[in-house]
């Protein structure tokens, strides 16, 4: 939904989504996004209940690295086995979701796989089975992690050490090596 009437509450706008996309409201989370000095954006955290009750537009004077009124928002859903929403994981505060790409160095294609709650203070090797399954990969299969730090005009990253923490990280591309 690109236009969002900024005198409209959240939680209308949560039942238009709801109507429009067949998400029941339950199991909506609503993330502001956060534009980085590298002009690329971010979810910065959730919608907490307090501020569901107010206007989107409110939402414009939150401070964002950039210094400018935009603001978009990131909708996390949880599908289940049957295709259908289920209940969202809690998050801590000592956790932050992270998205994770596959980069097939064959077709140079970069696609997405998935995203995971970590915790600040978790390293990437605690994950690693879980990443090969997002990816599609046998459980121990070898794989090497980098976190996309620019995307255009071309795509830059650097390489994740499976031994420091998560902390910092944002987007984190996975490359098999097969």
Not at 28 to 45: A, G, H, S, V
Not at 65 to 75: D, G, H, P
Not at 100 to 122: C, I, Q, W
Not at 148 to 174: A, N, Q, W
Request: hydrophobic share 40%; net charge positive.
């Amino acid at each position: 939904m690109k236009l969002i009437l900024v005198a409209l509450e959240c939680h209308f706008f949560q039942e238009e989504v709801a109507r429009k996309f067949g998400i029941p409201v339950q199991y909506q989370r609503f993330w502001l996004w956060e534009k980085r000095e590298n002009q690329t954006y971010r979810p910065k955290r959730p919608l907490p209940p307090l501020e569901e009750a107010l206007p989107v537009g409110q939402f414009r004077k939150v401070p964002n690295k950039a210094n400018n009124a935009e603001f978009r928002l990131f909708l996390e859903v949880e599908i289940g086995q049957d295709s259908w929403p289920v209940p969202l994981p809690v998050k801590t505060k000592d956790e932050i979701l992270l998205f994770f790409k596959l980069y097939d160095p064959y077709t140079e294609e970069l696609r997405y796989v998935g995203r995971l709650f970590v915790k600040h203070a978790g390293k990437p090797k605690e994950i690693l089975s879980k990443l090969n399954e997002l990816a599609g990969f046998a459980p121990g299969q070898e794989i090497q992690l980098f976190e996309e730090i620019k995307f255009e005009p071309r795509v830059m990253s650097v390489h994740v050490d499976k031994e420091l923490t998560f902390r910092g990280y944002v987007s984190i591309s996975l490359l098999s090596m097969l």
